[in-house]
């Protein structure tokens, strides 16, 4: 089992920055691992914005490439997405999910086994 606990979420107007986390408490030690951050708007689907895997790698959606960055502390076993540029389409609740067991910068949120609550982002001026 994997509990997810988001973090760091807000209001922020246009232009600026957040920095979500998302602690992470496994039972396990699992060498291989994905993590990724969704989000979900208003009356829209959740769509998969950012993935690591426990090697490191890294993968974006287009519409966050350039301005938001997935990193991860393993000793702290923290997951990290720091958000610049907001812009109001950036406004929706955010989600971190884990899979256990393999190593893929997937977004498609039907393989991820543990999801946390979220955290709400609100970008407006």
């Known amino acids: 089992q994997v509990q997810l606990v988001e973090s760091g979420g807000g209001s922020v107007q246009p232009g600026g920055s957040l920095r979500l986390a998302c602690e992470q408490s496994?039972?396990?030690?699992?060498?291989?691992?994905?993590i990724a951050w969704f989000r979900q708007a208003p009356g829209k689907e959740r769509q998969g914005i950012a993935a690591?895997?426990?090697?490191?790698?890294?993968f974006y959606e287009d519409s966050v490439k350039g301005r938001f960055t997935i990193s991860q502390d393993n000793a702290k076993k923290t997951l990290y997405l720091e958000m610049n540029s907001l812009k109001p389409d950036d406004t929706a609740a955010y989600y971190c999910?884990?899979?256990?067991?393999?190593?893929?910068?997937?977004?498609?949120?039907?393989?991820?086994?543990?999801w946390g609550q979220g955290t709400q982002v609100i970008v407006s001026s």
């Open positions: 690591i895997a426990s090697h490191d790698q890294t």
């Open positions: 999910a884990f899979r256990a067991n393999v190593a893929s910068v997937n977004l498609d949120e039907s393989v991820y086994n543990f």
């Open positions: 496994r039972q396990r030690t699992y060498l291989y691992y994905s």
